[in-house]
């Protein structure tokens, strides 16, 4: 039980967050502080990590035989409070990785050059610490950033549990830095065996 105290730890300052957010602009409170290049640049890194978590929950769930699309339902609804019940309610196990699919290589490839456009835009029309400083401006682009902060903290633990004849350690900290490229170019790079 000591081991899914950190994941409860995460949800409730961030639930706190998402309160406040709300109670500040109800659910158009979260479009209408994104609407900027910056706005939306994080806001689709959000979605990424999302849809990356939701991929996890799903092949792990397979390899476990546990039902992970509630917890999906819940990530597509509400950000990061998907991962952590998942993780809350089943906690991580060793194990051999399945393959990747062979889609899944080409697919995140596609995705970081689409996202790679939007990240330029941003940057040109903000500079790196301009869309750093509005997430600062409303409860709503907080929240959305402590939501991205905690995806991107689990998929650094999933790329370095996942890591076999690798290291990992270069896109944790691409991850670090910029968010969804970690993840993603960790997909394109593929593992040794998946050549």
């Avoid at 105290?5 to 706190?16: M, S, W």
């Avoid at 609804?77 to 809350?88: C, D, E, K, N, V």
């Avoid at 830095?177 to 993603?184: E, I, K, T, V």
């Amino acid at each position: 039980m000591s081991r899914r105290i950190p994941y409860v730890a995460l949800a409730i300052p961030l639930a706190v967050l998402t309160i406040l957010a709300l109670l500040e602009g109800g659910l158009g409170g979260f479009y209408r502080h994104h609407r900027s290049w910056a706005g939306l640049q994080v806001f689709a890194d959000l979605v990424i990590m999302a849809l990356l978590a939701c991929a996890w929950m799903i092949a792990d769930g397979r390899r476990r035989g546990l039902r992970a699309w509630p917890f999906v339902a819940l990530t597509l609804a509400a950000g990061s409070f998907g991962p952590l019940a998942y993780l809350a309610l089943h906690g991580t196990e060793a194990g051999a990785q399945e393959p990747a699919p062979r889609w899944l290589r080409p697919g995140a490839a596609a995705l970081a050059a689409a996202f790679g456009v939007l990240t330029a835009r941003a940057l040109a029309a903000h500079g790196y610490v301009g869309i750093w400083r509005l997430q600062f401006a409303s409860w709503a682009s907080l929240q959305v950033l402590a939501d991205l902060t905690i995806l991107c903290l689990l998929g650094c633990a999933w790329m370095i549990r996942d890591a076999r004849g690798r290291s990992a350690w270069p896109w944790v900290l691409v991850t670090l830095g910029a968010g969804s490229f970690g993840p993603l170019g960790y997909l394109v790079a593929g593992r040794p065996d998946e050549s």
